[in-house]
């Protein structure tokens, strides 16, 4: 493959006078201003320079699988539909290569693009809800009712009713567990109460008018005595 290119590596090979002339003259062109990026109408001129620069594209991508030791693969076809081509490996293997990626992607892309389709209607679909809320609402606090008819204002009546028949259950229930709560918590201190009372010892109160019995004699000691008892 090597050997094959190398006469496509040196474009002044077999070309006439008449033809170097003109590649000569285009090379004083082009370095004294810049190629205008059009078909070249002379023929002539335009199959010299498709020469030159195919033998140049085949050299890039020669170098560029040496030297970076990547998969390349070109092709090429002339004005006259001569096949020009180019690869470090099998070229079929690398045109395989090129149709599953490609294929691989186009599945992506796909996918990437129902899932876009989908969000888009989920979106669309939110939107819509949020809209429908927002009027309900509004109708809820008694805006915008002017071009409700009779049946829409008698279903917002009674779906009010239904909502405070429902704030006033929880309303009464949540009065219910406060009663409840009070009631243990006032059972609790009670109890305490009581425990406290229970273990103070109580004053007897007999003890304070108990009869105190004193003996006390007068006179002599050697004389009878009387005794006079004394309480207290």
């Excluded at 062109?29 to 001129?45: D, F, L, P, Y």
């Excluded at 809800?129 to 009546?157: A, H, T, Y």
């Excluded at 309303?171 to 006032?186: G, V």
Aim: hydrophobic share 30%; proline share 3%; net charge positive.
């Amino acid at each position: 493959m090597l050997f094959s290119l190398l006469p496509l590596f040196f474009p002044f090979s077999g070309v006439g006078e008449r033809e170097r002339r003109i590649r000569k003259r285009e090379e004083e062109e082009m370095v004294r201003g810049k190629t205008q990026m059009r078909r070249i109408e002379n023929a002539t001129s335009r199959q010299v320079t498709f020469s030159k620069r195919r033998n140049g594209l085949l050299k890039k991508a020669f170098e560029l699988s040496v030297l970076c030791d990547a998969e390349v693969g070109l092709i090429v076809f002339s004005p006259r539909g001569k096949l020009y081509e180019f690869s470090n490996s099998s070229m079929q293997k690398t045109i395989e290569r090129y149709q599953r990626y490609a294929k691989d992607v186009n599945v992506n892309n796909k996918a990437v693009e129902q899932n876009m389709q989908q969000w888009k209607y989920e979106s669309a679909q939110m939107a819509k809800k949020i809209e429908f809320l927002e009027v309900s609402k509004r109708k809820l606090l008694g805006e915008n009712l002017g071009s409700c008819s009779i049946d829409e204002l008698q279903q917002i009546e009674n779906q009010l009713e239904r909502s405070l028949t429902i704030i006033r259950e929880k309303k009464t229930k949540l009065f219910m567990e406060q009663i409840e709560q009070l009631k243990e918590k006032c059972g609790i201190e009670s109890q305490q109460k009581q425990r406290s009372e229970r273990e103070i010892v109580p004053y007897d109160h007999s003890t304070q008018h108990a009869d105190v019995e004193t003996e006390l004699f007068i006179g002599r000691p050697e004389r009878g005595r009387t005794r006079y008892p004394l309480q207290s």
